[in-house]
């Protein structure tokens, strides 16, 4: 009686563990499953299941720094989108003479905010095209009044990153459009 007990559990241990490497199978080509082609040079039949874990391993790190990286891009524009609008209420309380211009340059992109009275008429296409001419493409522009003020907001990406845009040269030639 003895010795069926230990057959049988032997086989129970077995069984179990066979079960667990069907399972771990499974579980690894799922995670493989998830991961984006490209990062497969041969197939995916090629590769251990070692190697594809090695693989899993440093997408999820490479996403994991991407998103850090995201997000301290996020808290960082944040930041000075709070000083912009704390600037632009403190300019407004102070009295600032209009119109103002400010640029801000965050490498690839320039934020380009433009405040003026009602009376002031200059032509917005003229600011865009000050944009163009000195290397920047404009995203987007938006506008808003509040009171007697007008807020131009613009936003244009560098078009070629290593020649870049010089903003002095775009805030002069801004300044001297509006005026």
């Keep these: 009686m003895k010795k069926r007990n230990s057959e049988s559990s032997k086989l129970d241990r077995k069984t179990v563990e066979r079960n667990r490497r069907i399972h771990m199978k499974d579980l690894c080509f799922k995670l493989a499953s998830l991961l984006p082609p490209h990062l497969f040079k041969p197939s995916k039949d ?67 905010v433009l405040i003026s009275g009602l009376n002031k008429n200059f032509m917005f296409y003229e600011v865009i095209n000050v944009l163009s001419e000195e290397g920047a493409e404009v995203v987007s522009a938006c506008y808003s009044t509040v009171g007697d003020k007008v807020f131009h907001t613009i936003h244009a990406q560098v078009r070629i990153s290593r020649v870049g845009v010089e903003t002095s040269r775009v805030c002069e030639r801004l300044q001297d459009l509006i005026c």
């Design 46 to 112: 090629m590769l251990s299941q070692q190697d594809q874990l090695e693989l899993a391993a440093s997408y999820i790190k490479q996403l994991r720094e991407r998103v850090e990286g995201l997000r301290r891009v996020k808290e960082e524009q944040a930041v000075t989108k709070t000083r912009t609008s704390s600037s632009v209420m403190t300019s407004m309380m102070i009295g600032l003479r209009l119109p103002v211009v400010e640029l801000r340059d965050f490498g690839s992109t320039i934020e380009v």
